[in-house]
């Protein structure tokens, strides 16, 4: 299948990347229904296709991924272009602070725009639509530099038979797993978190908003991220299908090795919540914390062997800099033995983290029990 990945990556003469994506054929259905339904051109509400196009273009733009904001530029030609009054004025300082420096984007930013005359449930779409074109940019940017490595073979180094590792010693300085580890302002505890904007209400919540969230998780309808997102319906649902299909997807890239890349592009960004959540996942399913540590600590340089540290590093150059990504930043992740499939998953764990993150940090904010 053919989507906005494909002909942006340039997809057409690297048939190892396309193989790979057709495995995650989901992840691409749910991807391009994103983009499909954030900029339809009839989307109810008070934000107009040329505003939320222009949005995504400086999304895409302040990414540095050009091929993106060409996109939605050629999308934009012909539109008149959004009023330049005080409304105007703080959707951009929003967009711009939350592709850039999404920790920075705090509540008074937020709250800046239902005082300029946005509906909650347009805050919420903005939000939303600027999570998902960073995600985007940087899935353009890793599937990109995955066809520009081309394909494993004669011409790649032999990767060596791994040795067997030594028995895994927990290390004593750190608590065992499932007690609480903090580092350097960040915990593997269960946080809470709580909305800066109106939450809906469940008891007077529409059949659709009703549908949505018994849908997203078993707890959404006492979860303030859930509710506060459910003022969008269509868009939590299509966002939720995107997430579990990159999350969840069998095969590929070790479900614990997933959480190393979200948790190391939570680190980055400074995203409290979900380190933490993503941290406990890792120790349920590898029981064991020491990589956690290093990444709470340093995740440029954390990793307990070649492949965690591949792991580690590519996903923060994605993060810090989608337009930068290249070939090399994916090498150590060949040399170190995965699969295409698994480099894909990888860039699509931390790409998808791009967009998580910024609702987690620019909607609310984590509560420590």
Known sequence: MTDTIDQLARLGHAPHAQAARQQRAKA???????????????????????????????????????????????????LPAPAADARWQAITHFTQLLATQPAAADRAVLLALPQAGLATPDVVLLAQLIGFVAYQARLVAGVAALAALGPAGAAAAPVAPATPEAPFVHPANLPPPGEPLRLAGYTSETLDWKAWLPVVDPATASAEQNAVLDASHPKARTSDFYLVLAHQPRVLAERSEAFNAIMYAPGGLPRAEREVATTVVSRINGCVYCASVHAQRFEQLAKRNDVIAQIF????????????????????????????????????????????????????AAALFAWANRLMLNLGEAVYP
Do not use: K, M
């Not at 222009?54 to 904001?69: C, E, K």
């Not at 994916?330 to 170190?336: D, E, N, S, V």
């Open 28 to 78: 691409i259905t749910a991807t391009q229904a994103c983009e499909d339904l954030l900029l339809a051109p009839a989307l109810p509400g008070g934000l107009a296709l040329a505003e939320r196009l222009s949005v995504a273009q400086a999304v895409a733009a302040a990414s540095g991924v050009a091929t993106l904001a060409d996109h939605y530029g050629a999308r934009l030609a012909g």
């Open 297 to 348: 600590t340093d995740p440029d340089s954390a990793g307990t062997n070649a492949r965690e540290r591949a792991l580690a590093q590519a996903s923060a150059a994605l993060t810090r800099a989608p337009g930068a990504f290249r070939p090399q930043h994916i090498a150590p992740l060949r040399a170190a033995g995965l699969s295409n499939l698994e480099i894909l998953d990888t860039v699509h």
